[in-house]
T-cell receptor
Framework: QKEVEQNSGPLSVPEGAIASLNCTYS??????FFWYRQYSGKSPELIMS????GDKEDGRFTAQLNKASQYVSLLIRDSQPSDSATYLC?????????????FGTGTQLKVEL | SAVISQKPSRDICQRGTSLTIQCQVD?????MFWYRQQPGQSLTLIAT?????????ESGFVIDKFPISRPNLTFSTLTVSNMSPEDSSIYLC??????????????FGPGTRLTVL
C-alpha cells in the first residue's frame, strides 16, 4: 500500500463546476496535510494546509480532512481554465517521522471551456 | 512565505560529470530539503539539509552521489556526482517556515531542470 494515494486522472470538469480531488494516506498518526498545485514545467505552490478534522475554506478552495477514514480532499468551486494543473497531496508523518513530507503522485485536473 | 532562488535553472551535462545546484532563501530557515522529480513523476525527497551537521539522506540516496552542503541558515547546495542519463530530472529545494496554527509548511524553489546526455 502506498503511503499517500491519489487518482492520477486526468479529471475533466467544465468551467464553473466543482472539482473534487481526493487523497488517502496509510499512516493513521499523520499530523498535517497539504495541497500543492503544480503547473507544467513549474515548481509546486502551496494551496492549503489542514490539520484538524472538518473543513477549511480559503476563497474558492475547501480542504476536507477525515482522520478516522484517513482521507483528505480538495474542492475547487467555480473551476476556471487557469485551475488546470496537477494537484499534489502531501502528508507530514507523526512527530517521530520528523519534518519530511510524503507526496502522492498527483491528480491532473483539466477545466474545459 | 519566502523568496527562494535556485541556480542554475537548467543545464545539459555530459555523463560522468558533476553539477552543483545552489539554493538561496531570503530569510534564515532551520529546515531545507532537496527533492527530485523525474519526468511524469511526483516528488521524492533526497535529503534534509541541516545547518551545522551532516545531511540526512532518504533510503536509496547516498552522500557520495548527492553531497550536500549547508554552510548557513540561508543557503544550501546539492551536487549530483558522476552523472548518468538516469539522473535527468528536476531538482527542487524547499524550506520549512512557520505556518498558520501549528503547521509548519514547506515552500519550494523554482527548480533546476537537469538533462544528462
Amino acid at each position: 500500500q502506498k503511503e499517500v494515494e491519489q487518482n492520477s486522472g486526468p479529471l475533466s470538469v467544465p468551467e464553473g463546476a466543482i472539482a473534487s480531488l481526493n487523497c488517502t494516506y496509510s499512516d493513521r498518526g499523520s499530523q498535517s496535510f497539504f495541497w500543492y498545485r503544480q503547473y507544467s514545467g513549474k515548481s509546486p505552490e502551496l494551496i492549503m494546509s489542514i490539520y484538524s478534522n472538518g473543513d477549511k475554506e480559503d476563497g474558492r478552495f475547501t480542504a476536507q480532512l477525515n482522520k478516522a477514514s484517513q482521507y483528505v480532499s480538495l474542492l475547487i468551486r467555480d473551476s476556471q481554465p487557469s485551475d488546470s494543473a496537477t494537484y499534489l497531496c502531501a502528508v507530514k508523518p507523526p512527530r517521530r517521522g520528523g519534518n519530511k513530507l510524503t507526496f502522492g503522485t498527483g491528480t491532473q485536473l483539466k477545466v474545459e471551456l | 512565505s519566502a523568496v527562494i532562488s535556485q541556480k542554475p535553472s537548467r543545464d545539459i551535462c555530459q555523463r560522468g560529470t558533476s553539477l552543483t545546484i545552489q539554493c538561496q532563501v531570503d530569510s534564515q530557515v532551520t529546515m531545507m530539503f532537496w527533492y527530485r522529480q523525474q519526468p511524469g513523476q511526483s516528488l521524492t525527497l533526497i535529503a534534509t539539509a541541516n545547518q551545522g551537521s551532516e545531511a540526512t539522506y532518504e533510503s536509496g540516496f547516498v552522500i557520495d552521489k548527492f553531497p550536500i552542503s549547508r554552510p548557513n541558515l540561508t543557503f544550501s547546495t546539492l551536487t549530483v556526482s558522476n552523472m548518468s542519463p538516469e539522473d535527468s530530472s528536476i531538482y527542487l529545494c524547499s524550506v520549512e517556515l512557520p505556518g498558520q496554527g501549528s503547521t509548519d509548511t514547506q515552500y519550494f524553489g523554482p527548480g533546476t531542470r537537469l538533462t544528462v546526455l
